[in-house]
């Protein structure tokens, strides 16, 4: 393996004809100097400097060699500026994989205000099932993942955490949009939309529904949460989500949340989640810390938007 500092050393010679002179310029001794050069000449089998009493002069091997420093050396001074940009963000890449339910507005809106603070940055987004945003992580597709509900991995650590339940939301004209008090038993004859089973909330439906040997009455299954969203309003169905998956539609009044007494919908989060043993880039460490830094920001907020709305209802 080639020695940069002898390379260095090498070509400072070279600058000044002088194994004194460059020991002088670059604060060492003679000795030094020559026992880096003296190893190079060993490492390629071959006299790279003439000594003379007046100076050194290349030799043929000599003048082959240091093209060849010059470029290396080049590029590691390349390599170290754009690690520095990096560090500095002027340039790097975050990819995500993440769950439907927080891409828009919320991570949309994040990444926008990501981008015009380091705008050399970019993104790739990858929006799948749970298992598969698990499995990104794990075969190193992706540096950032986003899921609902907990789990324990020996591969994958949480960065972060933030309370989204699961809302029953319906159309203002509703039968059940009158703010009464509701229990799940009584949503289970009426028509909703629901995800398929690669949703988490596809599964805990099943199970909260089947604490009183209850089913849902889906009129439409979908990999779609934002179809769902928009068929409900269309059909005057329940669609189950939480409030960021229909933040647009609820803050607009076409939907509004039942009021719904179901502890197994309470208790859910969405996850920030990245590989145990990823050596994360500058981006994607500056990015983690930015949206996890806010996640109580927005749980709070959307705790108060619930509050006041289920107010309004009453």
């Known amino acids: 393996m080639i020695n940069l500092t002898a390379c260095r050393y090498f070509l400072e010679v070279l600058h000044l004809g002088s194994i004194r002179l460059a020991a002088d310029r670059l604060h060492i001794s003679p000795s030094a100097i020559s026992r880096q050069i003296a190893k190079l000449e060993r490492e390629f089998g071959d006299t790279l400097l003439d000594r003379r009493a007046n100076g050194v002069q290349l030799t043929e091997a000599g003048k082959l060699a240091a093209n060849h420093f010059a470029t290396i050396l080049d590029q590691v001074d390349l390599i170290r500026g754009e690690i520095s940009d990096l560090r500095k963000l002027k340039s790097g890449s975050v990819s995500i994989a993440t769950v439907d339910g927080i891409t828009d507005p919320y991570l949309s809106e994040q990444i926008l205000a990501f981008r015009r603070k380091f705008p050399a940055v970019d993104f790739r987004m990858r929006i799948r099932g749970r298992e598969r945003v698990l499995e990104a992580l794990e075969k190193h597709m992706c540096q950032i993942g986003f899921v609902y509900d907990h789990f324990s991995h020996p591969m994958i650590e949480i960065v972060g955490q933030w309370r989204q339940p699961l809302l029953a939301l319906v159309p203002p004209s509703h039968a059940l949009a009158d703010g009464r008090p509701l229990q799940l038993s009584d949503l289970a004859g009426f028509d909703c939309v629901i995800p398929d089973d690669s949703y988490g909330i596809h599964h805990l439906l099943n199970r909260a529904f089947r604490k009183f040997a209850g089913r849902t009455r889906p009129i439409m299954v979908a990999d779609q949460l934002h179809f769902l969203i928009r068929h409900a309003i269309r059909s005057n169905a329940i669609v189950y989500v939480p409030l960021q998956a229909a933040l647009r539609e609820v803050e607009a009044g076409e939907l509004v949340p039942l009021n719904l007494d179901c502890p197994d919908f309470e208790h859910r989060f969405i996850y920030a989640i990245v590989r145990r043993d990823q050596r994360r880039s500058p981006a ?28 309004r209802q009453a």
């Open 284 to 311: 994607c460490d500056a990015f983690i810390n930015m949206l996890t830094s806010n996640f109580s920001t927005y749980e709070n907020s959307d705790a108060s938007m619930l509050e006041r709305l289920r107010a």
